[in-house]
């Protein structure tokens, strides 16, 4: 698995999503590859 990436938000699932988007940006494959989910 991957390392887990760090997020805040008011729940667990809008954690989990803004570490998503932090490591994609982080990682530079957002803009390259668009927001294909």
Known sequence: AYPPATGS???K???EQAAATALLL???VWLNK???A
């Open 9 to 11: 938000g008011r729940s």
């Open 13 to 15: 699932r809008e954690a």
């Open 34 to 36: 668009g927001s294909a």
């Open 26 to 28: 982080r990682e530079g």
